[in-house]
Structures are given as C-alpha cells and as structure tokens.
C-alpha cells in the first residue's frame, strides 16, 4: 500500500503552478474574501491602492452589527487591506500609502460601534496600523503642518484608544514646525465650546445626583481630557517641562502622582533642586505613592545627597516593611554595617501592626526563625483568612518549625469553621490532616493545646459541619 502523504508546502509545490492555479479559482468561487485576497496578491501598486481605497469605503458605509463569531473575518480582511498598504503600496508610492493608512485607522470609531470585540481582535490589527505610521510619514515626507492636522484629526476621533501615544509615535516625523501647528490646533479647539442644543433638543444620557447627564455635556469633557493629554504629550515631545508644569493648577501639583510626574521631568531636564520642590510641596502623606517616592530617590541620588536617600529607604521600610527597599538600603551599607542593620530591621518587624504585613515580610524576604517566633507569638490571634500568606508560611516552616507550622494551618481551620466558609472546607481538612501528621514531631505544645485536645475543641463547636468531618474522615 503506497504511503500516505500529508499535506503542505513541498507536497503542493509539487502539483504545478497550473494546477494550483486552478484550485484557487475553484475555492475562492465561493469565498468573497479569498478573491480578495487574490487579486490583490496580483495587482500592482496602483491598482491595489485602488482596490484598497474601495474597500475601505465599503466598511466604512456599511452599519450591520458584526457578531463575535465574525470578528475573526473581518480582521483577516482588515490585515489583508493593511498588508497591501504596507507591503504594495508604500515601496513605490510612500504619499498615497500614507494617505490609506490614515483612512485604514478612521475605521475604528464605526467598526468598534458596530463589532463584538471582546477578544481584542480588532485592536490588535490597528495598533500595528499605528506603529506603521511613523516610518510612513517620514517616507512620504509630508509637510509638517500638514502632518499635523492629519494628526490633530485622528487625535479627534480617538474614542477608543485607538491612537493611543500617536503624538509621541509622531514627534520625529511631525518635527518643530509640525508640533508647534499641532499646538496651536489643539489650543484652538480648547477655546471652542461643544454646540449646546436648544434644551427641548438636548439628548440625556444617563442621570446622577446632579440631574440629568447630556450628551453635549460628556462631550466637552472628552473633548477636555483630550486636549490636555495632547498638550501634554507636545509638550514632552518638544521638551518643554515648564509648558508641561503649567497645565496643572498650583493645587493638583500638590497631588503626589503628580508632583513624582512633574520631578521626573526635571530631573531628565537636569533641574534636580526643582525637583526636589515639586516633590517637598505634595501634600497628604506621599511615602505611601510608589511613584513619588522612587522618584525623591532618584532626585536625592542625583544632588549628591546620598545619606538623606538612605534615610527615606529606612522611613519607606519601617512605614510598609518595603522589602525592595530595605536591600537598597543594605546594599549601600559598608560590610559587616548590613548584617547589623538587617538584624535590627528583622526585630522591627516582629512589632509591626498589623502583623499578617511582617508575617507576609518575614516569609518572603526570607526569615523564617524569625516568623516562627511571630507565629508563636500571636498564637490563636493569627489572623485565619490571610489564606495565602498562611499557606506560603505553612509551607516554609514545616520543615523545622512544626509548631509553629500547626498553628498557622489552625488559624486557618477555625477561621473555616467559624464563617462556615465551606468552599474552604476541603483545604482546611486536608490541613487538619496535616497537623495530625506534625503532631508526631512535636514535644512541647507550650501554652498551647495538643493535637487531640484540639481536635476536640473543633468537635464540641463545629460537630453539625458533617460535610467537613467527612472529608476529615472522622
């Protein structure tokens, strides 16, 4: 019997072009998008330009909802049309390219109105639409202020992300000229109010403890947001700190994310001492913004001010027994100074409130002699519904510390018990069994009640929770 053969590239080579040829035909007779897939595979420039230009049209004319099991087609049609404009098109004719491109991306307001997306097709195909772009324009040369109102406009319709960071994507290729008419585009449209309709016209589209919600009125603040974020984004394109600085109102600097955004741009701008400032001036308690404090280390590092970055790494570990920080702080120690240090930071931990934080610490950094001796500590005030820090700990200790293993899987099995949490239940017999297992290895309970004894308790209080019993086999 001859050898089956599989199917693929070698095997198909092998059938001729003619034959090929004709088996396409015959599959793509029925299938609307293979045909165009084919015939764009064999048009040039000019006419797959074309081919492109009608079919984008034709999406964007069309209004019938897509549904979730047709998504998948239409992106494939959608990179096929991409796949021209990058690969056909943009060699030899770079200006119409561009042109495609900016119309390709145009689709995505009416295609996400109308499409079932839920598994990101469609945004991954736009966003590749979006990385092309740059080299594109470059390519195309395009003058810069028409650029930017290319720009300017596609920045508009961004409802859905989906030209998300393209003015810095664009800076190189928008040049001075480009992002000083970008600005002034932007600026012009801040001072140009949303049309209000006469108020029988005005459409609600939602209501709150103020009233109404109107359309035009969730327009002017998408319309707010987004001129903020683009001069924003000019002004970090043209480095303009101060430009960026004065978007904010003298009260929202105060605000720790901000005040960390406004420092690292200071500080890249070689203005460390204003740093400093803008970060001195927030208000609240801003050790507790990771941001804001990464951000005063860096500027400290930078003035030469070693010592008082140390001393906000000790502050930061003994706020939130930051791990991270504490080894920047023993790294920058002198040998044999660390060791100290870290024994001193070990001992802090073991009275730090709430405890499940220094038991989380403890198991984690590693410090296990030290867990188990804030595990025996706390006893039967172990917090039960630390699931995970408790298991991790269990996990950890049972090797050399099986009392104080015992008591962490307790804490957990009363916690159960007592809520009557019985998706737990199963976890929290199998952990009684495991404490029957530690018992062997235990001589001295100390304070605290043996194996059986607890067992019992469980009984005389839990005896009715059949469904854990008899998991528990008893």
Request: charged share 25%.
């Amino acid at each position: 019997m001859a050898k089956r053969k599989t199917l693929s590239t070698d095997t198909l080579q092998a059938l001729g072009a003619a034959h090929l040829a004709a088996l396409l035909m015959d599959i793509a007779e029925g299938d609307a998008a293979l045909k165009r897939r084919l015939r764009m595979e064999i048009a040039g420039p000019e006419q797959a330009a074309a081919d492109v230009r009608k079919r984008l049209a034709s999406l964007k004319r069309a209004k019938s909802y897509i549904e979730w099991n047709k998504t998948k087609a239409l992106v494939l049609d959608l990179e096929t049309q991409l796949g021209a404009i990058t690969g056909k098109v943009a060699p030899l004719a770079p200006a119409e390219a561009l042109d495609l491109l900016w119309r390709f991306l145009a689709l995505a307001g009416p295609l996400y109105e109308r499409c079932d997306d839920s598994n990101g097709y469609l945004g991954d195909v736009f966003y590749m639409a979006l990385t092309a772009l740059p080299d594109l324009a470059k390519a195309a040369k395009t003058d810069p202020e028409t650029l930017a109102e290319q720009v300017f406009v596609a920045v508009q319709e961004n409802g859905y992300g989906q030209v998300d960071g393209l003015i810095p994507q664009m800076a190189e290729a928008l040049g001075p000229a480009g992002l000083t008419h970008l600005k002034v585009l932007v600026k012009d449209l801040a001072k140009t109010p949303v049309p209000v309709p006469p108020d029988k016209e005005r459409k609600v589209v939602g209501w709150g403890g103020h009233g109404e919600t109107y359309v035009d009125e969730i327009e002017a603040s998408r319309r707010k947001s987004m001129v903020k974020v683009a001069l924003k984004d000019i002004a970090d394109a043209e480095g303009d700190v101060d430009g960026y600085i004065a978007l904010y109102d003298a009260k929202t600097r105060q605000a720790p994310a901000i005040a960390a955004d406004i420092a690292a741009r200071l500080l890249q701008a070689g203005r460390a001492d204003e740093a400093l400032a803008a970060l001195d001036a927030a208000t609240g308690n801003p050790r507790r913004w990771a941001e804001w404090h990464t951000t005063r280390l860096q500027v400290l590092e930078a003035l030469g001010q070693g010592e008082a970055a140390q001393a906000q790494r000790w502050q930061q570990f003994e706020s939130i027994l930051s791990a991270g920080d504490l080894r920047d702080y023993l790294k920058r120690l002198p040998d044999f100074d660390d060791i100290e240090a870290e024994d001193k930071a070990l001992e802090y931990a073991l009275a730090f409130e709430p405890p499940e934080m220094a038991l989380f610490f403890l198991c984690h950094w590693p410090a296990l002699d030290h867990a188990a001796k804030l595990v025996l500590q706390l006893g039967d005030a172990l917090e039960g519904n630390d699931y995970e820090t408790l298991t991790s700990l269990a996990d950890a200790l049972s090797a050399r510390h099986q009392l104080a293993t015992t008591l962490a899987l307790r804490a957990m099995i009363s916690f159960a018990l007592e809520r009557a949490r019985t998706k737990r239940y199963r976890h929290a017999a199998r952990h009684l069994l495991e404490c029957e297992s530690l018992s062997a290895q235990i001589e001295d309970y100390g304070d605290h009640s043996d194996h059986a004894a607890f067992v019992a308790t469980l009984k005389q209080a839990h005896g009715r929770k059949y469904s854990f019993w008899e998991r528990v086999g008893m």
